[in-house]
């Protein structure tokens, strides 16, 4: 029992649980997911996009 006190002493004293990091990693990793999403999204439908933007060119003139 006194050495689970001394630890939470210590961890206390010297703000062992501080997770103020680990928030901005998993932001970080969050971003480049979303990154990597909107990357592959517009290179599988890039040339379809454009298609339809070239027809829908020609069509209006």
Not at 3 to 13: N, T
Not at 25 to 45: N, Q
Request: glycine residues 4%; aromatic residues 12%; charged residues 20%.
């Amino acid at each position: 029992m006194d050495l689970e006190i001394f630890r939470s002493w210590i961890h206390a004293k010297f703000n062992l649980r501080d997770e103020r990091g680990a928030n901005l990693v998993e932001y970080v990793l969050l971003l480049a997911f979303i990154a990597i999403v909107v990357f592959v999204a517009v290179k599988v439908l890039g040339s379809t996009v454009s298609t339809k933007f070239s027809a829908a060119d020609s069509a209006l003139q």
